[in-house]
T-cell receptor
C-alpha cells in the first residue's frame, strides 16, 4: 500500500527565513509526485508535478525537488501570504487514486 | 477557463439523513475523483469516475456512492449519515486519469 509521510507537521517561520518541507513516500512504482497548497476552507491548489529522481521545478519562492525516496519543497525568503498547508501526494494503481500526506502547516510571521 | 465547481458549499444534516453533493468538472475533463478530508485522517480517496464508469474505489462503506453523467458532471451520495461523516468533501477533475488533478472548493458537511 502506498504511503506518504510529511514532516514537520507544523512550521513557523519569520518573514524572509528560508526552510524546507519534507515528503517521504513508499510506492510500488512512482508515477509522479504532486505538491498542492491548501488555504483554510478551500480546496487544494496545484503547485508542481515531479516525475523522476533529480527533477526540480520552481515557482516564485518555491522549489520542489525529487529523489527516489522523498521530495522537498524549499521555500526561499517566505512572505506571510505563503502561509498555508502544503500537501504532497502520489498516484497509485492503474488510475489516478491520489494518496496524500497529512500536510505541513506553514505559518510565516511578518 | 472556469475551474471545478461544487454545490452546495455548506450543508447541515442530522444523523440518519442522506445527502447528495454535486461536482462540475473543468470543461473537457472526463475524469472526476472524490475525496473526504477530516482533521484526523487528512485527505482520503473515495472513488473515481471516467466516462460514466466508476473505475476506482477507496476504503469507504457502501453508504458512500456516486455517479457520473454524460456531460462529466458527478454526484456523490451518502446515505444514513453518521456523525463521523462530518468533513470537507472535495472533487477533482482531470482531462484523463493520467494528468494533474484540479480540485474544487469543496462542500463542508456537518452532521448533527
Amino acid at each position: 500500500e502506498d504511503q506518504v509521510t510529511q514532516s514537520p507537521e507544523a512550521l513557523r517561520l519569520q518573514e524572509g527565513e528560508s526552510s524546507s518541507l519534507n515528503c517521504s513516500y513508499t510506492v510500488s512504482g512512482l508515477r509522479g509526485l504532486f505538491w498542492y497548497r491548501q488555504d483554510p476552507g478551500k480546496g487544494p491548489e496545484f503547485l508542481f508535478t515531479l516525475y523522476s529522481a533529480g527533477e526540480e521545478k520552481e515557482k516564485e519562492r518555491l522549489k520542489a525537488t525529487l529523489t527516489k525516496k522523498e521530495s522537498f519543497l524549499h521555500i526561499t525568503a517566505p512572505k506571510p501570504e505563503d502561509s498555508a498547508t502544503y500537501l504532497c501526494a502520489v498516484p497509485g494503481g492503474s488510475n489516478y487514486k491520489l494518496t496524500f500526506g497529512k500536510g505541513t502547516l506553514l505559518t510565516v510571521n511578518p | 477557463k472556469a475551474g471545478v465547481t461544487q454545490t452546495p458549499r455548506y450543508l447541515i444534516k442530522t444523523r440518519g439523513q442522506q445527502v447528495t453533493l454535486s461536482c462540475s468538472p473543468i470543461s473537457g475533463h472526463r475524469s472526476v475523483s472524490w475525496y473526504q478530508q477530516t482533521p484526523g485522517q487528512g485527505l482520503q480517496f473515495l472513488f473515481e469516475y471516467f466516462s460514466e464508469t466508476q473505475r476506482n474505489k477507496g476504503n469507504f462503506p457502501g453508504r458512500f456512492s456516486g455517479r457520473q453523467f454524460s456531460n462529466s458532471r458527478s454526484e456523490m451520495n451518502v446515505s444514513t449519515l453518521e456523525l463521523g461523516d462530518s468533513a470537507l468533501y472535495l472533487c477533482a477533475s482531470t482531462r484523463t486519469s493520467r494528468e494533474t488533478q484540479y480540485f474544487g472548493p469543496g462542500t463542508r458537511l456537518l452532521v448533527l
